[in-house]
């Protein structure tokens, strides 16, 4: 299977989850879980979350993030990649200037 994220429409979304700012998302779904290049835009971010049915994974391709899972902080940069694993909370944030760009993979488990 080939998914051409060219031909995906990007989409915007304010608070995310309850956070701040904007993020831009591009995203494949379907019953086994997502695939989404995300653009976590200067001063935003991800609400605090529960993964109930999935783990999380973000690879960090470029700028600079801090996420907290389970209390735990985290510094993301690129070629860092944060996992959040099936029943763990987390939220992430970019602390930089430029945006915080990730691929997020969600698995359902």
């Keep these: 299977m080939l998914i051409d994220f060219n031909e995906t429409k990007e989409i915007t ?3 995310m989850n309850g956070g701040s700012g904007t993020m831009s998302a591009r995203m494949f779904m379907d ?4 695939i989404i290049p995300t653009k976590i835009h200067p001063g ?3 609400g605090l979350h529960k ?12 700028g600079t993030g801090k ?7 985290e510094i993301l940069k690129a070629g860092t990649c ?7 909370q987390h939220s992430i944030e ?8 990730l691929l997020t993979v969600v698995v359902e488990r």
């Design 13 to 15: 979304i304010p608070g």
């Design 51 to 62: 993964h109930e049915t999935s783990d999380d994974i973000n690879y960090v391709l470029s």
């Design 82 to 88: 944060h996992i959040c694993k099936k029943g763990s």
């Design 31 to 34: 019953e086994q879980g997502k």
């Design 94 to 101: 970019n602390i930089g200037n430029d945006d915080l760009v």
């Design 67 to 73: 996420a907290i899972c389970d209390g735990q902080e």
């Design 44 to 46: 935003g971010s991800i």
